[in-house]
DNA sequence: TGAAATGTTGGGGCG
DNA sequence: ACGCCCCAACATTTC
């Protein structure tokens, strides 16, 4: 006893950045040296189709990255591919642990995670503190003035800004603190292979300030042929980039971004005010009741982009072949999926969690769930997207619809999987008498 | 952060 | 000149 040196732990997880990170800032300040560490969480790595994996390639490069900042102060990232409950038990044998710090995780396995981790170091004496970093404005941080959270996105975000004013956005600086960094001299950095996954050559999206793209954002967002929205994402849900830097630079230059961004911390909030959309079920809960034609031949189609509608097949291909889709695109296919095919979103938010490289629990189930109407401030369920007219808006030229779908002008596209007016009227017969509506 | 159906209006062709 | 009708164009309602 005594003959372990006493160090804190910083847990990073959804934040893989060593600049402005709040909870890594507060545990710097209390002085006791500070081991960062990082796991491959197995529960989630395990489920996951190898050898190949973007994202698991992209938060590897990420830590090399931190790894080689801190391997310059003399420390170093430990990392690790097992359980958290295992590592902490292993950590704790090890060290004399004062604290333990990570930052807020709102999802739901995320939460049981976090209490479970909790209870075992309590139980050891040790502390377990989590700071907001993820979001502006967390859980209840915003809510209508008799206490409740809002489900309707306009009050939302007036409230948030009134708010903003108030609470004005705040930078964690560490620079003066990295001699806090605890020093030892074999960091462990976990090879890509020995967790059964391979390196492919791919090149993501810039961790840049979209100084030029905010500037016209209002006009050009909505055309997937133009390069007009930050792709950001990716970036936003590993924490690669930071929420505070990002609003702190919306704010001065696009209201309409800026949305954007609330659009993001609203549909977290919704996310840790009602756990039951995070576990498969909807917001509204009458929309349960829906019987859904999951028909899987056309799931299938929808899946490989192979619908008959030009721009519904080229936003899938898209994501297919790139981890992308241009948001305006996201809309029109999931309101194809959920109205014209009659099958449960659930389907389509499972198919983009698996190939969204920006895919994030909270703005995935809250744009699905808008789509398909069951969500807060959801499209009603009649609002059904017009592939054609929605075409005819917002890529006129099939500028966006020739990149992807090649062979769209030529006898091998294939015929429409369901015809327009067809599917418009079945679909708000099939809401309607689920959701008892008369009609 | 729709679309389609239905209703209204007003200009102009034409008997 | 006048009224009737057609039908854009726009507005409102409905799904």
Redesign the pocket.
């Known amino acids: 006893m005594g003959t372990k040196p006493e160090i804190s732990i910083f847990w990073f997880r959804r934040d893989l950045r060593l600049e402005d990170n709040h909870g890594l800032y507060q545990l710097l300040t209390r002085g006791v040296p500070v081991l960062p560490i990082f796991i491959f969480d197995k529960n989630i790595l395990d489920k996951l189709e190898k050898p190949h994996d973007l994202r698991v390639q992209f938060i590897h490069q990420t830590l090399v990255e931190i790894n080689w900042k801190l391997l310059e102060l003399g420390s170093g990232l430990m990392s690790f591919y097992s359980t958290p409950e295992e590592v902490f038990s292993d950590l704790m044998k090890r060290y004399q642990i004062k604290e333990v710090v990570a930052n807020h995780d709102y999802e739901p396995y995320a939460a049981e995670r976090d209490e479970q981790i909790k209870s075992i170091l309590n139980l050891a004496g040790i502390h377990f503190n989590t700071y907001k970093d993820h979001v502006i404005f967390e859980k209840n941080e915003v809510t209508k003035d008799d206490g409740l959270p809002y489900t309707i996105?306009?009050p939302y975000s007036k409230k948030w800004k009134l708010r903003l004013t108030k609470d004005p956005i705040r930078h964690f600086d560490i620079s003066s603190m990295l001699d806090r960094f605890l020093q030892f001299k074999t960091p462990t950095m976990i090879p890509l292979e020995s967790m059964g996954f391979k390196f492919k050559e791919f090149k993501f999206p810039p961790k840049t300030f979209p100084e030029a793209i905010v500037k016209d954002y209002g006009d050009n967002r909505?055309f997937p042929a133009i390069i007009g929205t930050s792709k950001l994402g990716l970036h936003l849900r590993f924490g690669t980039i930071s929420i505070r830097a990002l609003a702190q630079f919306a704010l001065l230059r696009s209201e309409t971004y800026l949305?954007?961004l609330i659009?993001r911390d609203f549909y977290h909030m919704i996310l840790w005010n009602f756990p039951h959309v995070g576990k498969g079920k909807s917001f509204k809960k009458e929309y349960d009741a829906i019987e859904w034609r999951n028909n899987e031949q056309e799931f299938d189609k929808w899946c490989k982009g192979q619908t008959g509608y030009p721009i519904v097949d080229a936003g899938m291909r898209e994501l297919f072949q790139t981890g992308f889709m241009h948001?305006?695109v996201r809309?029109i296919v999931a309101?194809f999926l959920t109205k014209h095919l009659l099958i449960d979103w659930r389907w389509g938010e499972a198919w983009f969690a698996k190939h969204l490289l920006d895919f994030d629990l909270a703005a995935n189930n809250g744009g699905w769930q808008?789509a398909a109407g069951s969500g807060c401030?959801a499209?009603?369920y009649?609002?059904?997207?017009?592939?054609?007219?929605?075409t005819e808006?917002f890529d006129k030229k099939a500028e966006y619809i020739r990149k992807w779908v090649p062979e769209f002008d030529t006898l091998d596209y294939p015929q429409p999987v369901v015809i327009?007016?067809f599917a418009?009227?079945r679909c708000?017969?099939n809401y309607?008498k689920f959701l008892k509506?008369?009609?």
């Open positions: 996105f306009t909505n949305n954007e659009w948001n305006r809309m309101s808008w401030d499209a009603p009649f609002r059904v997207f017009n592939p054609a007219l929605q808006k327009h007016e418009r009227k708000l017969d309607a509506k008369n009609s």
